[in-house]
């Protein structure tokens, strides 16, 4: 074993920061729906992302490393704000939100339980949230 075998590869530590979450895409209006009626059964974040923004992608990036609920617990909607700009106006009507990026809100019951945005985005105050 040589010296340098104990040190981990730049290769080693980007593939244990990759973090697999379970996001579906929001990428029809119609899809709200859904969302509501599935919030009837278990909560649902809805993660809205601004793709240019590099706050917004550092946000989502610490939300996923430190996110640990399974889908039974919570269910993960993620918008692109750039792609998808009507539907986010339509979720900040339905919900009665101000629009921001990033921004998540968790739906139960078919109304908007919680919303936040930028640095306030934790993913350990969402389990909180939701118990």
């Not at 039974?72 to 921001?100: C, M, P, T, W």
Request: proline content about 2%.
């Amino acid at each position: 074993m040589s010296f340098f075998s104990k040190f981990k590869s730049a290769r080693d530590i980007a593939k244990e920061a990759i973090v697999e979450i379970p996001w579906h895409i929001i990428s029809d209006e119609r899809m709200l729906d859904e969302i509501i009626e599935e919030s009837e059964k278990v909560p649902v974040l809805i993660f809205k992302h601004s793709t240019r923004c590099g706050i917004s992608r550092a946000v989502l990036k610490i939300f996923e490393r430190n996110y640990k609920l399974n889908e039974d617990q919570l269910k993960l909607y993620f918008l692109d704000l750039l792609q998808y700009r009507d539907i986010s106006n339509r979720i900040a009507s339905r919900f009665g939100v101000q629009h921001e990026s990033p921004q998540i809100l968790i739906i139960k019951g078919g109304k908007s339980i919680y919303d936040t945005s930028h640095h306030s985005i934790d993913a350990d105050e969402v389990a909180k949230i939701v118990g």
